[in-house]
């Protein structure tokens, strides 16, 4: 099958089976963030705090499992987990929705469902990330990540968009009611892979434990300064799910389908980066990454300061493209320049600093939404997040020389392409 060069992952089928699959369910999912978030609200009066609380709860087992997961990942069968964890997902789901169109559903079965949704996160995020490479190979790896982030946001465009709308056609019960049934579409794409084509070492389960994959990690200060970077961008900066809502409701006074039009902003920014994205053919260097976290710093702090709805809807797209190029491009540094056998660990320890310091950045950010007004959160992020970037570029700098760790390019070692249809 010949494609552009920007679809070129899309030539292999079972990659096709994964975007396609991944592309239904997270429309479900972006239509169930706004869903309960609204819920939330109108359950509370309008609470930060209790927005926070359900962000905080949602994201704590990632803080807290994640890299037992990444663990799981390496060694066992990533496809398996995956098709486990997103059935559990689909429970979930369901069962919440059904509360909630039953009239039934108060705010600690929100926090519930949060709780449980994070702990079946913790295993699934780092087995997918990790999983791409079994998918395309190492070549093609950087692509069908770039690719994995387009589809994504399209369904972060289109999911808030139709969720506004059918919220205030019908209630939040419907949405989520949605969102439960599209995870099938994601089980159904990774039953009918081949796994007899997937790129697997043939070597035997991965032995060592999660310990062992954070002494790779601290053994590879090529790896250390987006890791650092990523964590302090995460927690401050990117607490967009909690702010959003916030903005929406208490400074612009909008309704459902404007709140869901500032999402669809943030996304579509995003989306963009991510077909940029998709040309990237090699792991970026160091300065990609700490440049596009300054810009993207520079971004969320002028967003603060949008006048009206629509001045804040043309930032909050520049936010959303910086945002996702930066974590993109941290994303390829990692994964691109860590070993197979290691990978699983590594990723969950990517996710577990990107996602997992959520509950600490969403308390804090929360708080401060509260006292002080959304925008204030906004700005605190932007403003952290150029500090962190503005360190980072002269460790950056001061690396720079030929022989130092931090711009040295260490041989990716990819598996072969096998023909055995499992890991363990």
Do not use: C
């Not at 705090?49 to 066992?76: I, K, N």
């Amino acid at each position: 099958m010949t494609l552009p060069s920007g679809l070129r992952s899309l030539s292999v089928r079972n990659f096709r089976l994964f975007a396609a699959g991944q592309l239904v369910s997270v429309a479900g999912t972006w239509m169930m963030v706004v869903a309960q978030d609204w819920l939330v609200l109108s359950l509370t009066g309008d609470s930060a705090s209790a927005l926070a609380t359900v962000t905080a709860l949602q994201f704590t087992p990632l803080m807290l499992f994640t890299l037992y997961g990444g663990r799981l990942a390496d060694r066992h069968d990533k496809r398996r987990l995956l098709m486990w964890a997103n059935t559990a997902s689909g429970a979930l789901a369901l069962s919440l929705a059904l509360l909630d169109l039953s009239g039934a559903a108060r705010l600690w079965h929100v926090y519930l469902f949060a709780l449980a949704l994070g702990t079946v996160n913790a295993v699934e995020v780092p087995a997918r990330m990790a999983f791409v490479s079994e998918l395309v190979g190492a070549e093609l790896l950087p692509n069908a990540s770039s690719l994995s982030a387009a589809y994504f946001n399209v369904a972060r465009v289109a999911g808030p968009a139709l969720a506004g709308l059918l919220i205030g056609a019908s209630g939040t019960g419907w949405v989520m009611l949605l969102n439960a049934a599209s995870y099938a579409g994601t089980v159904a794409g990774l039953r009918l892979m081949r796994t007899s084509e997937l790129h697997r070492s043939g070597r035997a389960a991965v032995k060592g434990g999660v310990a062992d994959g954070l002494r790779y990690v601290r053994t590879r200060p090529d790896l250390l300064l987006p890791v650092a970077l990523i964590a302090v961008v995460g927690l401050f900066g990117l607490n967009f799910q909690l702010l959003l809502p916030l903005l929406a409701k208490t400074v612009f006074h909008a309704d459902a389908a404007s709140f869901g039009l500032l999402t669809t902003a943030f996304a579509a920014g995003s989306l963009l980066a991510a077909l940029v994205g998709t040309g990237r053919r090699s792991r970026p260097p160091a300065r990609t990454v700490v440049l596009s976290a300054l810009a993207f710093g520079v971004l969320e702090t002028t967003a603060a300061w949008a006048p009206g709805f629509t001045s804040a809807l043309f930032l909050l797209a520049l936010t959303g493209f910086a945002s996702l190029y930066f974590a993109q491009a941290a994303n390829h540094r990692i994964q691109l320049g860590s070993d197979p056998d290691y990978r699983g660990r590594v990723m969950a320890l990517y996710t577990l600093i990107l996602q997992g310091s959520t509950p600490l950045g969403a308390l804090l950010i929360g708080w401060l939404a509260q006292q002080l007004g959304a925008r204030a959160g906004l700005l605190a992020g932007g403003l952290v997040s150029v500090g962190a970037a503005a360190v980072a570029l002269v460790v950056e700098r001061r690396g720079s020389g030929e022989d130092d760790p931090l711009t040295q390019e260490p041989p990716t070692r990819e598996p072969r392409h096998s023909t055995r249809g499992g890991t363990t």
